[in-house]
């Protein structure tokens, strides 16, 4: 069973709309839930990241960690073309290693 | 925008061919890591390395090597290139504040035919 499991999409949508994106994960030592965003032919970008459990908002975007049901969220309200990118999660014990998702690609249509 | 970088951001060569995949970061950061992509797949990680002269393999086996002499350069080797090493290969380094806020650099393909 793969640490952290992502829908590949991909994900289209009209210009406008909010963007669902899901992580589900397996290790409950987990402590650190990121959110990397990576266009093509570029590395990824640390978006956002939240500690434990909770919600953290950062203009368009949102992360959400619910450690019970150990499942991740990202939202995007608003969504423009240049959010189209392949969007992916991770996890962090508060150690050394990063364990990714496969990435999620997502296309906003003007 | 995170100062790392890597050379060459592409590269095709022929199978036996030994290359060097040069990364190099300006952020002074103590740790660096090197991740190998296929596409629609997870980053896998192939080295870290803690700081100068320190360096480990990661998870996913791999028939490269690695060096640390400075700080800010983190090459990585194949003594000899097969097809199976066609991938992205990104290099990146973390913040001091925490490993989970990893800078990325532009990776780079390789084809080897």
């Known amino acids: 069973q793969k640490e952290v499991e992502q829908d590949p999409g991909p994900l289209s949508v009209p210009e406008g709309a909010i963007v669902s994106l899901n992580c589900t994960y397996s290790n409950s030592a987990f402590q650190y839930f990121m959110w990397y965003r990576q266009y093509s032919r570029k590395g990824p970008e640390l978006l956002m990241y939240?500690?434990?459990?909770g919600n953290k908002e950062d203009g368009r975007f949102t992360a959400q960690v619910d450690k019970s049901s150990k499942y991740i969220s990202l939202f995007i309200r608003d969504s423009q073309p240049s959010d189209s990118a392949t969007y992916l999660c991770?996890?962090?014990?508060?150690?050394?290693?990063?364990?990714f998702g496969a990435g999620t690609r997502l296309f906003v249509k003007a | 925008e995170a100062d790392i970088y890597q050379t060459p951001r592409y590269l095709v060569i022929g199978t036996g061919k030994k290359i060097t995949l040069e990364c190099s970061q300006t952020?002074?950061?103590?740790?660096m890591y090197w991740y190998q992509q296929d596409p629609g797949m997870e980053l896998h990680l192939i080295h870290y390395?803690?700081?100068?002269?320190?360096?480990e393999k990661g998870d996913l086996s791999s028939e490269s090597t690695v060096s640390r002499i400075r700080t800010e350069h983190f090459p990585l080797t194949l003594e000899s290139a097969r097809p199976s090493h066609t991938s992205q290969y990104l290099c990146?380094?973390?913040?001091?504040?925490?490993?989970?806020?990893?800078?990325f650099g532009p990776g780079t393909r390789l084809t080897v035919t």
């Open positions: 390395s803690y700081g100068v002269n320190s360096t």
């Open positions: 990146a380094s973390s913040d001091p504040r925490g490993d989970y806020e990893q800078y």
């Open positions: 952020m002074g950061h103590d740790k």
């Open positions: 991770a996890s962090h014990t508060g150690g050394f290693k990063t364990i």
């Open positions: 939240t500690y434990s459990s």
